[in-house]
Each structure stands twice: as structure tokens, then as C-alpha cells.
């Protein structure tokens, strides 16, 4: 376990050298996932700015809804993004390189890429959520700061969790990129607009079946204070690192059996 | 005919090819659709008939804006940015036709594949389960069609335009995800004009991205009629007048520039 994280570590501190060497395209790709971020909460700002709130739920809380996912979301995009390149890895066959090597397969995968985008994701969320926390004048407890990281970490896992699921079709199919779009289309959602405004099977679906509601609308109800603690659903606000274990577990028992599934395509 | 009937197998065939991406893109679809469609019925089901626009109308602008993507969505640029990076741009400029025609087939032929596999479809579930509404009258059909053809010929436009780019910068994978959600935005997908705070409507009613979702879909509820329908489909020839102007003056140089590369 000590000896996997070592080459971990090291695997991606060699990665992150090969991405910085190209400076401009680095640059580049920050202000654009800058700007995209800067679209996307100016729309739902003009939305909020005319209706005043969406059921219920004011701009600040909107951002925060928003960023919350974003944070969680930019620690994945980080070290996972490369997960939707799997299919490629399989069907020309160069995924036979991480069976040949002695270490594990999952580890040598997770550290052949990094993501310099994540790091313009986390300065959007970070500075979303410290101007949503003062414009909301929310006092957070001891518990409620402590478990904030959780749930950030959390979000990461699900995310994470439900691609590498995803990712894993290729095995069977040759092909994943779409499905893992579609988790992308539902997070999408997620991250935009409270759930409540859906429909009954939506939130069912974000809710049982692709839980990205606990990434970010669960505990932001907790953590902003919206949570009924009379209401039967109050415990959904606590469990997001419970649903992050479950989907990992789920993940890590996927990823095997797809594993022996593979079959060279003797690329 | 022969051509019509080797193009239309080879079309049949990178359909099958692509059967669960198409399905996949289809259900992304009708996700979208759903999803802006519950955002407005809440928003107008606490203020109704806000902006002079019903619930109905309003549902309808949101679905269409989604659905219409693969009406006027055309990617030139994808193919001359790996046609440019790999060098293989110099047998397209060998053929004996015009490049940016070339591009032109190109995307009507995909467009043509996007709208039957996938747009007509999107637009019969949307009928059938998200309330959209017919257009109010004849008038206003035709005249969203004619719009619509002129909302692909412009995004057409604008695509080239960016693919063209790809010769000074190489790469426009970065600037194409902000140039995507700038012609969401300005575009009025999502979010029609008439909702934006003034300086940023004064900005998005000259630009020519306007033209692309937010003159059809206005036209197709029922919001401009009349002497203001006839403006807008205007509105959209005289940009286009202007961005095939700036594409082939673009092109040319852009070509100029490729052949001292090499390729």
C-alpha cells in the first residue's frame, strides 16, 4: 500500500513536469476554464437577478451550490480526468503496458496524466465559496468546518467512483467516452440547479442510482442551513462520505472484473 | 444517383458504426431538454407571465434551444484543426474544389445525419412529453425554417472562423470550450436576450451569435412577429453576408501562411 502511493506520487510528479513544459497551452487552458466558469455563473445570475430566486434559493446560495460541487469536482478532473481516455488505452491496445509492469495496473493508469485544469476550477471555487460564505453571513460550527473538507473529499470519490465505473464499459465494448458524458450531463445539472426543481424520478435517479446530489445539494442543505431537522430526509445532508464509500467499493469490484475481462487487442 | 446511393450507405454504415455514441448523444439530449424545462416551469410557475412570455412559451424557448443543437450544430472546425496539426490539410487543399465549400458539404452532410438520428427524435419526445407548442401560425413556421437555415449557415460561419485558427495557434482545443459557452450565452440558448440586464443585452444585440438560437426560437414561439420577424431574419443575412466576407479574406490567408509551413 506504502510502496503504491510512493510510485503514486512519483508517477504523477513526473506527469505534472511533462504537462508544465507546455507554458502557453497551460496558460491558455486556465483562462479558458476561467472564463467558461465566469458564463456559467453569469447565467444563472441573470436568471436569479430577474426571478429574484429559484424556489427558494437566493443567488449566493445558487453559487454555493455550484462551487461546493466545483471544488469537490476539480480534485477528480486533477488526477482522474484521464479515466474518459481509457477507451483509447483499449482499443489500441497500449493498456497492455500497465499488465507488464510489476505494480499494480490501477496505479500505473492514475498516474499517467495530470490535469493542469483543476487547478483553474479550484480558484474559481475557492474564491466562490469564501464570497458566498461572507454574502450569506454564515457561521459555520466547529462540526460544520470539519466536516466541510469531508465533504469535499467526498465529492471527488463519487465522482471519481461513478467514471471509473463507467470507464470500465470499455473493457466490454470499446467504448466509454459517451457513458461517462452522461454522468458529465447529470452532474451538469447537479452543479446548475437545486434538485428540487426537478421532477420526482430525477432526483430519485441523482439521488439512488447516479448519486452526484451528494457532491454538492445534500450537505449544502446542512451547510447552509437549510435542513429541516424535522423533515424524514434530514439525514441524506450527512451521508455523502458513507455514498463515497459504498460507490468505491462498487468501483474497486467493477475495475476487477473488468480487468479480467481484457483481452489484447494487440495493438 | 450513384454518388447519392454510396453516400448514403457510407452515412447508414458510420451510423451503425456509432450506435451506442448516437444513442448515448441522444439520451444527453433529452436530459437537457428536461432539465432546462422543469428551470423555467419553476421560475414562471412563481412568477407567471413574467416579460410578457408564458409558461408554455417559455418551455418551449428552453426545450427548443437544447433540441435545436443538432439542428445547427456544425464542426468544421474539428477537422481542420486535425487536419492542420497533422499535416494531412494539404490532400483536402489538392482537391479540386474550393476548401471552404468543401467544409460547407462537409457539414451539411453531418448536419443531415445529427438532425435524423438524433434532432427529430429529440424534437418527437419533446412534443410528446415536454409541452413544446407548435409555432402560432403558418407565417411564423416558415419563417422559423428560413431562420433556422440561416442560424446553421452563420454558426457554420463562426466555426470555420475558429477552425481557421488553428493554423496561427495549432491548438484550439482550449479556446473552443470559451468559445462554446460564449455562443451558448450571447446566443441565447439557454438564457433568451430579453432577460439579460441591459449593458449585457446592448452587447449580445449586435454581436452576430444571436442569430444562431435566439432569432429562431423567438420567431418559433411567437415572441418577434411580424415587421420584427422580418428585421431579425435580416438581421441574420447581413451577418452572414459579412462572415462568409471574413472567412474566405481569413482563409486565404490563413492558407498563404500554411504553405510557407509545409504542412
Not at chain 1, 14 to 28: E, G, K, N, P, T
Not at chain 1, 124 to 142: D, E, F, M, P, Q
Amino acid at each position: 500500500m506504502v510502496e503504491a502511493l510512493r510510485l503514486y506520487v512519483r508517477l504523477v510528479r513526473l506527469s505534472m513536469q511533462a504537462r508544465l513544459q507546455y507554458r502557453a497551452d497551460f496558460i491558455m487552458g486556465m483562462l479558458n476554464i476561467i472564463a467558461l466558469n465566469a458564463i456559467n455563473l453569469g447565467l444563472i445570475g441573470i436568471i436569479v437577478y430577474r426571478f429574484v430566486d429559484m424556489n427558494g434559493w437566493i443567488v449566493w446560495e445558487l453559487f454555493f451550490l455550484y462551487c461546493l460541487w466545483l471544488l469537490g469536482h476539480c480534485l477528480y478532473s486533477l488526477f482522474f480526468w484521464h479515466f474518459w481516455e481509457m477507451e483509447e488505452y483499449i482499443i489500441q491496445g497500449t493498456f497492455d503496458q500497465f499488465l507488464l509492469r510489476p505494480a499494480s495496473p490501477f496505479v500505473q493508469f492514475m498516474g499517467r496524466e495530470v490535469q493542469y485544469i483543476g487547478f483553474a476550477d479550484m480558484s474559481v471555487a475557492i474564491a466562490g465559496l469564501v464570497l458566498a460564505y461572507t454574502n450569506l453571513h454564515l457561521h459555520w460550527s466547529l462540526a460544520q468546518w470539519l466536516f466541510f473538507p469531508v465533504i469535499v473529499i467526498s465529492g471527488t470519490l463519487i465522482e471519481t467512483a461513478l467514471t471509473l465505473m463507467m470507464a470500465c464499459i470499455a473493457f466490454w465494448t470499446g467504448r466509454s467516452s459517451m457513458a461517462i458524458n452522461l454522468v458529465m450531463e447529470f452532474n451538469v445539472l447537479v452543479q446548475h440547479y437545486p434538485i428540487d426543481i426537478f421532477g420526482v424520478w430525477f432526483r430519485v435517479l441523482v439521488t439512488g442510482i447516479i448519486p452526484v446530489a451528494f457532491m454538492n445539494y445534500y450537505p449544502a442543505l446542512m451547510l447552509l442551513g437549510k435542513l429541516d431537522p424535522q423533515s424524514p430526509t434530514a439525514w441524506l445532508g450527512y451521508i455523502s462520505p458513507l455514498v463515497a464509500l459504498i460507490l468505491l467499493v462498487i468501483a474497486s469490484v467493477v475495475w476487477r472484473f473488468a480487468l479480467q475481462r481484457y483481452s489484447s487487442s494487440g495493438g | 444517383m450513384k454518388i447519392f446511393w454510396s453516400f448514403a450507405r457510407s452515412t447508414f454504415q458510420f451510423i451503425a458504426a456509432y450506435r451506442f455514441d448516437f444513442f448515448m448523444e441522444f439520451v444527453l439530449a433529452v436530459v437537457r431538454m428536461y432539465g432546462i424545462y422543469w428551470v423555467w416551469r419553476i421560475l414562471y410557475t412563481q412568477r407567471p407571465g413574467a416579460f410578457g412570455v408564458s409558461l408554455e412559451q417559455m418551455t418551449t424557448y428552453g426545450v427548443m434551444g437544447m433540441a435545436l443543437e443538432m439542428f445547427i450544430w456544425s464542426r468544421p472546425q474539428w477537422y481542420m484543426a486535425t487536419q492542420i496539426k497533422s499535416g494531412a490539410i494539404d490532400t483536402d487543399l489538392m482537391k479540386p474544389l474550393d476548401f471552404h465549400l468543401y467544409m460547407l458539404a462537409r457539414s451539411i452532410g453531418e448536419m443531415f445525419i445529427g438532425v435524423g438520428v438524433l434532432g427529430l427524435p429529440a424534437l418527437i419526445i419533446a412534443y410528446i412529453f415536454l409541452g413544446v407548442q407548435f409555432p402560432p401560425d403558418l407565417a411564423a413556421g416558415l419563417m422559423f425554417v428560413v431562420s433556422l437555415v440561416l442560424g446553421f449557415l452563420l454558426l457554420f460561419h463562426l466555426n470555420f472562423l475558429l477552425g481557421s485558427l488553428a493554423v496561427v495557434a495549432m491548438d484550439i482545443r482550449h479556446i473552443s470550450w470559451a468559445y462554446f459557452s460564449v455562443v451558448r450565452f450571447l446566443g441565447g440558448q439557454i438564457v433568451p436576450l430579453w432577460l439579460f440586464p441591459p449593458f449585457v443585452a446592448a452587447v449580445a444585440e449586435v454581436l452576430p451569435f444571436k442569430g444562431t438560437y435566439f432569432i429562431p426560437i423567438s420567431i418559433y414561439i411567437g415572441r418577434l412577429t411580424g415587421m420584427e420577424a422580418i428585421q431579425g431574419l435580416g438581421f441574420q443575412i447581413v451577418w452572414l453576408v459579412v462572415l462568409v466576407l471574413l472567412s474566405r479574406v481569413l482563409w486565404s490567408a490563413a492558407h498563404r501562411r500554411l504553405v510557407i509551413q509545409g504542412g
